[in-house]
């Protein structure tokens, strides 16, 4: 049971490349997140999917754009990166009861030079 | 504006010792509170998930009270081993009516135990 696949693990970029991050669950999870960390700033939300078809801008959205292409997968894309989006990069999901644990992937560490 | 505080920022223990670990938060309306594990380079892995009707939960040597009415919560690690140095975050859910979908993370504690 895989749980939540993120992939690139690593990624650098240079300013104004562009690329998605990818994220897969395969817990039959109804909402699916993006999370930035950042050091001293925690666990920041960029948007997150409270369902398929639905999406919703977290605390951190400018700078990003979401795609839940179905219930499984749920991708983040950087259209033009900044040096100010150098981060780790977290997806997360959980069922459809508030009451359920978040489940995380293993993170995207990305920097933009 | 819920804003979810961990203090110490870090934490140096020897093993064996008993530990709790704090958790504030300045909005009292959540629906729930979990506790995570993270170590280095990894992704959080949930590990104690607190119901604002509830006031305990207990898993091995983990125990997380919480306390709404003051806005706490604490994590209890009994009998401390190298194993369980890691970063630990608190995250709050906010209740019904307020994007109860979100949820609010501290910045962790940072927990070393040597031998």
């Known amino acids: 049971n895989a749980g939540v696949t993120q992939t690139p693990k690593f990624q650098v970029l240079k300013t104004g490349q562009s690329m998605t991050l990818q994220c897969a669950q395969d817990?039959?999870?109804?909402?699916m997140y993006w999370y930035r960390q950042d050091p001293g700033m925690g666990l920041r939300l960029i948007y997150y999917s409270a369902s398929e078809g639905t999406t919703d801008k977290g605390e951190v959205p400018n700078g990003y754009n979401v795609s839940r292409l179905n219930k499984r997968e749920f991708s983040l894309r950087l259209e033009s990166a900044a040096p100010s989006q150098t981060s780790v990069y977290f997806c997360a999901s959980s069922g459809r009861s508030f009451n359920e644990k978040l489940f995380f992937g293993s993170g995207t560490q990305l920097s933009v030079l | 504006k819920q804003e979810v505080t961990q203090i110490p920022a870090a934490l140096s223990v020897p093993e064996g010792e008993n530990l709790v670990l704090n958790c504030s938060f300045t909005?009292?309306?959540?629906?729930?509170l979990q506790w995570f594990r993270q170590d280095p380079g990894k992704g959080l892995t949930s590990l104690l998930l607190i119901q604002s009707s509830q006031r305990e939960q207990t898993s091995g040597r983990l125990n997380a009270s919480l306390d709404k009415s003051s806005g706490r919560s604490t994590l209890y690690i009994a009998a401390s081993q190298p194993g369980d140095s890691a970063t630990y975050l608190c995250?709050?859910?906010?209740?019904?009516?307020?994007?109860?979908?979100?949820?609010?993370f501290g910045t962790g504690t940072r927990l070393q135990v040597f031998p």
């Open positions: 817990m039959n999870h109804n909402s």
């Open positions: 995250a709050v859910r906010r209740g019904l009516g307020y994007n109860t979908d979100k949820l609010i």
């Open positions: 909005d009292s309306a959540i629906y729930n």
